[in-house]
């Protein structure tokens, strides 16, 4: 009876133990992925649906949740794929933030963009020839070291698991931001006169910019601002330049510099020096925040915070045409540098003279 019962019992312990084996199989099977691997799927399931030639473009943007910056973005894809008829082009965002907003549809309909390293590591598995990263930044600032570092990594292969032999032979170029020589800047200021002299004309015609604070001044860019407010000024001594974010450059001191010429009364007109209009444009430059209370309260950078330029200025005693902040259309004033087609087409040469970039010898030594 004894030899019975522990026959009965191995028995039940070896079924027992085969049903946690199958359980465990399964688990393997059906486990849940990582975000980072679905996106890989996803990216690359898009990158072979799409193939059409042996070369591809890449820009990458900041990114955005405003229909108005997705109308730019896929304006100019379009016209990229246009006049870079050999090559398959795709747009990426360099900001998690943005992607996963845009995802959830926060404001607008779903949207699926994806990191640069995504879209670069299935571009090495179906083994385009040459690929050019466009970066739509600016200047080359806080977000165009996330373009660079992205293309380190591909370009030395970070995950291992690309051919040799492709990697040695692939052609990897970087197009340059807007402003990314003092040359840039000079030639950006002819572009914007073009498309504002009308209201520079009219008053003083300010451009916000982003900018970087200085621990985030990746690659001392900040001047190209300097630099494009000294060459508007020898179009029109009404054109100024300030940013959201370099210290010493902000509305405050924008109109610190306008009284210094003299202009303490009459008309002023805005626009963001963006790629997009977004959050920056609508709200910090064109909403309606206001923090006045007989006066404002500079903080210790000598910033008004929670007060759009528009309300600034406004309350400092200039006058302010409301209905361009407002209109979006062809007069409008708050619409990104993407929506003009003379700066649209200053990128696209940018991408035409995209540098073939070496990164075990990078002009962008690790910082």
């Given at each position: 009876m004894k030899k019975i019962k522990f026959l009965m019992i191995a028995m039940m312990a070896m079924m027992t133990s085969a049903a946690f084996v199958a359980c465990s199989d399964d688990?393997?099977?059906n486990a849940p992925i990582s975000n980072m691997e679905r996106y890989q799927q996803e990216v690359d399931?898009?990158?072979?649906?799409?193939?059409k030639?042996?070369?591809?473009?890449?820009?990458?943007?900041?990114?955005s949740t405003w229909q108005q910056a997705y109308d730019a973005?896929?304006?100019?894809q379009k016209e990229y794929a246009q006049e870079f008829a050999d090559y398959d082009v795709y747009l990426s965002f360099s900001s998690a933030i943005c992607i996963n907003r845009a995802m959830a549809g926060e404001n607008t309909e779903k949207r699926s963009f994806y990191e640069p390293k995504y879209w670069l590591e299935a571009f090495g598995r179906v083994q385009y020839a040459e690929i050019i990263v466009q970066s739509m930044q600016v200047i080359p600032g806080e977000e165009f070291s996330r373009v660079v570092n992205a293309m380190k990594d591909f370009g030395n292969n970070s995950n291992g698991d690309l051919d040799d032999q492709y990697m040695s032979r692939v052609v990897l170029k970087l197009g340059m931001p807007l402003m990314y020589t003092e040359a840039d800047a000079k030639y950006l200021a002819t572009v914007l006169d073009q498309n504002f002299s009308k209201y520079a004309q009219k008053g003083a015609m300010l451009f916000m910019g982003h900018g970087n604070p200085d621990e985030y001044d990746t690659y001392k860019a900040n001047v190209r601002y300097t630099q494009l407010e000294e060459a508007l000024k020898k179009l029109n001594k009404n054109y100024y330049v300030g940013t959201v974010d370099?210290?010493?450059n902000f509305k405050v001191q924008v109109r610190e510099r306008m009284i210094e010429d003299g202009f303490v009364s009459g008309n002023v007109y805005c626009a963001p020096l963006m790629s997009i209009a977004g959050d920056h444009a609508h709200n910090d430059m064109a909403g309606d925040d206001d923090a006045w209370?007989?006066?404002f309260e500079e903080n210790e950078d000598g910033e008004v915070e929670d007060t759009s330029w528009k309300m600034y200025f406004d309350h400092m005693g200039y006058t302010i045409d409301a209905a361009t902040y407002k209109d979006t259309g062809a007069d409008g004033l708050v619409k990104g540098l993407l929506e003009y087609k003379n700066i649209r087409d200053i990128y696209k040469a940018h991408t035409k003279r995209a540098e073939i970039v070496d990164f075990y010898h990078s002009m962008f030594p690790e910082e």
């Open positions: 688990d393997d099977d399931a898009t990158v072979k649906a799409q193939k030639h042996n070369k591809a473009v890449l820009l990458v943007a900041f990114g973005f896929d304006l100019t370099m210290a010493e209370d007989n006066g």
